[in-house]
């Protein structure tokens, strides 16, 4: 992706249920959008879609399901990283991190817990209550400039804001703090057989969606089986929830204003106009689902998308998550770490917190044997040995225990 010069957008979706128009008209038209203005993450939030009970087979279908979606919908992967959550491993360190300095009010407080966890608080899974704290970490490791969700995601989004602060306030500027977007394009679509509550992928009834990949004869029983208001007239409403739902639908998949549609079907009933609809959605969803058969059946392509985003997201995710361990005193590990090893020259002695564990002394003397060919009976263990292997990369600096060169060559 030579796309890193421009803002950053960062978002995702869970493989919680199949792709549904509200997805699209909601998410995906936009995110195709946004590409052309900024480099693009596109998560597949894998480890948030298992807070609920999936069964495995299902999830790893929809999964590359959603991969060919997303290419049919508009994604373009020369411009964005396409990668499933589980790929990247920072996701779960920094969730880690994260869930060490979050209070549980706060993941007590959030509202979409309480309405999934509804009254048995107790018996959901921890997965879930700290489902926020992963999302945070999702977004805090990309540098995120914007995150574009669903009216849905806003607390969360505020909790990811606060989350940012209230760690850079502790250990310094880490993080970016992120902007919520919401789509512009985005009407709310409600369930076709609840429209008090949002169209959903993961809602158990498949009737309340209709399905990016549903075939037309479904499309059609679907909306016909859809709740419509007493009354005959098609007008948006308040009192009418489940027609003015059915005409935001309309407006969204034919690209007509809401008044236009209401006059064309002045005198005529629910029947009619419903018939209408649905012809206009299966002409809608044609070219996706035909640009969809000509992705989903290459598993060679699909894996290779992966593997590229999956490459991507590494990458930039690893440089933050060491600027976070740094930060808050985690040795990296890695093998420039100069805290280890001190640059010749140095005289800081050392942290009076960070005694020299015994592998340290093993690989001083190890080294100084590696550079004059000598044999010397290492009084360490073996697996201190192999420890000490690991980490001598350079004779450039100076071992832990002494603090300057001169003092580290009498050692020898
Ligand atoms: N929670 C989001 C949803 O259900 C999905 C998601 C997970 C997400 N991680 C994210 C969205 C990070 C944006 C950024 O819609």
């Not at 480890?47 to 590359?64: G, K, Y």
């Not at 590494?314 to 040795?331: C, F, K, N």
Request: aromatic share 8%; proline share 5%.
């Amino acid at each position: 992706m030579g796309e890193l010069h421009k803002p950053l957008m960062l978002t995702g979706l869970q493989p919680s249920g199949p792709l549904m128009i509200g997805n699209y008209i909601g998410a995906l038209k936009d995110w195709a959008g946004l590409q052309a203005t900024h480099a693009s993450f596109l998560m597949i939030a894998d480890l948030h879609a298992i807070t609920f009970p999936q069964d495995p087979d299902v999830l790893r279908r929809r999964s590359f399901e959603f991969v060919a979606l997303f290419a049919a919908c508009g994604i373009d992967i020369g411009k964005s990283a396409i990668f499933m959550q589980s790929h990247v491993p920072a996701h779960t360190q920094l969730l880690w991190v994260l869930n060490c300095v979050t209070p549980m009010g706060d993941l007590q407080r959030m509202t979409q817990f309480k309405d999934k966890a509804g009254r048995r608080a107790m018996d959901v899974h921890v997965g879930l209550f700290d489902y926020p704290v992963l999302m945070a970490a999702d977004i805090l490791l990309y540098g995120a400039d914007l995150v574009p969700v669903g009216d849905d995601q806003r607390q969360h989004m505020e909790f990811t804001r606060r989350m940012a602060r209230k760690f850079n306030s502790a250990y310094g500027e880490v993080f970016k703090i992120p902007a919520t977007y919401t789509p512009r394009t985005g009407a709310r679509l409600m369930g076709l057989q609840d429209p008090a509550v949002k169209m959903s992928k993961s809602d158990p009834n498949p009737d309340n969606y209709v399905a990016l990949l549903d075939p037309p004869e479904v499309i059609r029983r679907k909306i016909r089986a859809a709740v419509t208001d007493s009354g005959s007239e098609v007008r948006g409403d308040a009192s009418k929830p489940g027609i003015s739902n059915l005409l935001a639908l309309y407006a969204a998949v034919s690209g007509e204003r809401t008044e236009s549609i209401e006059a064309r079907y002045v005198g005529k009933g629910y029947a009619e106009f419903k018939n209408d609809l649905a012809e206009r959605i299966i002409d809608f969803l044609d070219p996706i689902q035909k640009r969809y058969r000509s992705i989903e059946a290459d598993r060679v392509l699909l894996n290779e998308i992966l593997r590229q985003g999956a490459d991507q997201a590494r990458e930039r995710s690893e440089t933050t998550l060491a600027r976070v361990y740094e930060a808050i005193g985690l040795v990296t590990g890695r093998q420039d770490d100069r805290r280890f090893y001190r640059p010749r020259g140095s005289t800081r002695r050392q942290s009076p917190d960070f005694p020299a564990p015994a592998t340290a002394r093993a690989l001083h003397k190890r080294r100084n044997v590696m550079g004059t060919e000598e044999t010397k009976d290492l009084s360490t263990t073996a697996a201190a040995e192999t420890d000490a292997d690991a980490e001598c990369i350079s004779d450039c600096c100076v071992c832990c225990c002494c603090d300057t060169e001169e003092e580290c060559r009498m050692e020898e």
